[in-house]
């Protein structure tokens, strides 16, 4: 199945590279929208894993099954690295469109305090020796930091920032289909690498005990 | 001590870095600096008037937010939306109240809107 989801999120990259759509405009070099397919993607499964990592602690801190903990510490490692993409690919955009890499834009900072926070999640549970206590103490963490997610999230909406929202993008019905697209694909991909990160993690789990 | 205050405790913490961060870096709009009287450091968005981009050595535009409107200078060039009167843009420098005018040190555009693309499609 994982296979599967590789292949399709990989054709609507490559479709989408080099034929999505863009709008014309003579500001800047508007092939740049073409990013939009990459971050968008990105950016919305860092906030899904990250809702995961926060349900899942949630579960555990309420239920105590190691399970639990798991799917949390998966998503959160996996919630990372496509944060890191997401905000990479949104550098690349803001250098052509805003015209500089880093603008400490609302959106921007809000994004990388989230990240840290998880990031924070990572080095807080691999720092405590005693599994037990590394899960109760990663658990409150990663419930607790998810509040940043909704603020990363609501700072381009209700405040001024750079950064635009889909609906208030130039993009036609076309370019709107491919993007749901690259994003139901991506999504599936990231549900596969949840589950397989999260076997290869409980194997090593079952054997240490 | 309940177990879920912890939790609480952190969320707040996490909460007002939070609520400091976007605090910290939001931006002035245009009518905001009518209340400033001294010459200071300002971050201020606005939409670029129509038609009052001119390059010479420095960049000379106006910026607006439909109730007022100052002058920018910025000796650099960065490319901005001189014909929809949308371009939306960021202006981080000095701004001298007396002559309603900023300095500025760095200039940054907004991704463009459905207005703005309009606006280019039809010149």
Same mark, same amino acid.
């Given at each position: 199945?994982?296979?599967?989801?590789?292949?399709?999120?990989?054709?609507?990259?490559?479709?989408?590279?080099?034929?999505?759509?863009?709008?014309?405009?003579?500001?800047?070099?508007?092939?740049?929208?073409?990013?939009?397919?990459?971050?968008?993607?990105?950016?919305?499964?860092?906030?899904?894993?990250?809702?995961?990592?926060?349900?899942? %602690?949630?579960?555990?801190? =309420?239920? *105590?099954?190691?399970?639990?903990?798991? /799917?949390?510490?998966? !998503? @959160?490692?996996?919630? &990372?690295?496509?944060?890191?993409?997401?905000?990479?690919?949104?550098?690349?955009?803001?250098?052509?469109?805003?015209?500089?890499?880093?603008?400490?834009?609302?959106?921007?900072?809000?994004?990388?305090?989230?990240?840290?926070?998880?990031?924070?999640?990572?080095?807080?549970? %691999?720092?405590?020796?005693? =599994?037990? *206590?590394?899960?109760?103490?990663?658990? /409150?963490?990663?419930? !607790? @930091?998810?509040?940043? &997610?909704?603020?990363?999230?609501?700072?381009?909406?209700?405040?001024?920032?750079?950064?635009?929202?889909?609906?208030?993008?130039?993009?036609?019905?076309?370019?709107?289909?491919?993007?749901?697209?690259?994003?139901?694909?991506?999504?599936?991909?990231?549900?596969?690498?949840?589950?397989?990160?999260?076997?290869?993690? *409980?194997?090593?789990?079952?054997?240490?005990? | 001590?309940?177990?879920?205050?912890?939790?609480?405790?952190?969320?707040?913490?996490?909460?007002?870095?939070?609520?400091?961060?976007?605090?910290?870096?939001?931006?002035?709009?245009?009518?905001?600096?009518?209340?400033?009287?001294?010459?200071?450091?300002?971050?201020?968005?606005?939409?670029?008037?129509?038609?009052?981009?001119?390059?010479?050595?420095?960049?000379?535009?106006?910026?607006?937010?439909?109730?007022?409107?100052?002058?920018?200078?910025?000796?650099?060039?960065?490319?901005?939306?001189?014909?929809?009167?949308?371009?939306?843009?960021?202006?981080?420098?000095?701004?001298?109240?007396?002559?309603?005018?900023?300095?500025?040190?760095?200039?940054?555009?907004?991704?463009?809107?459905?207005?703005?693309?309009?606006?280019?499609?039809?010149?």
């Amino acid at each position: 199945m994982m296979a599967i989801f590789l292949v399709l999120d990989v054709a609507t990259l490559i479709y989408s590279i080099l034929f999505g759509y863009y709008p014309r405009i003579s500001l800047f070099d508007a092939t740049c929208y073409r990013i939009l397919y990459i971050h968008v993607p990105l950016a919305w499964n860092m906030y899904f894993a990250f809702t995961l990592t926060f349900a899942f %602690s949630l579960a555990y801190l =309420i239920r *105590r099954d190691e399970r639990f903990d798991c /799917v949390a510490f998966c !998503s @959160a490692v996996l919630g &990372i690295l496509y944060g890191i993409g997401a905000i990479v690919s949104g550098m690349l955009w803001a250098k052509e469109v805003w015209g500089s890499y880093w603008s400490w834009d609302p959106r921007q900072t809000t994004t990388l305090t989230a990240l840290l926070a998880y990031m924070g999640y990572l080095a807080l549970r %691999s720092s405590i020796p005693e =599994i037990d *206590r590394a899960r109760n103490v990663s658990s /409150v963490f990663g419930t !607790s @930091a998810y509040i940043t &997610i909704p603020l990363s999230f609501v700072s381009a909406v209700t405040f001024r920032s750079l950064h635009t929202q889909i609906p208030q993008q130039p993009l036609g019905f076309e370019a709107h289909i491919l993007l749901a697209l690259r994003v139901a694909t991506s999504f599936a991909l990231f549900l596969s690498f949840v589950r397989l990160y999260y076997d290869r993690v *409980r194997k090593k789990v079952i054997n240490q005990t | 001590m309940n177990r879920f205050a912890p939790i609480v405790t952190l969320t707040l913490a996490f909460g007002l870095i939070g609520f400091l961060t976007l605090n910290s870096t939001g931006y002035m709009t245009v009518s905001d600096l009518r209340n400033v009287k001294e010459v200071g450091r300002v971050v201020v968005m606005g939409n670029v008037t129509k038609g009052s981009v001119h390059f010479s050595d420095h960049l000379e535009f106006r910026i607006n937010d439909g109730i007022w409107e100052v002058k920018v200078i910025y000796p650099s060039y960065v490319r901005l939306d001189n014909v929809s009167g949308y371009g939306k843009v960021v202006v981080e420098g000095t701004y001298y109240p007396q002559n309603e005018t900023i300095h500025a040190v760095r200039v940054e555009s907004k991704c463009p809107s459905k207005e703005v693309i309009e606006a280019y499609n039809n010149d």
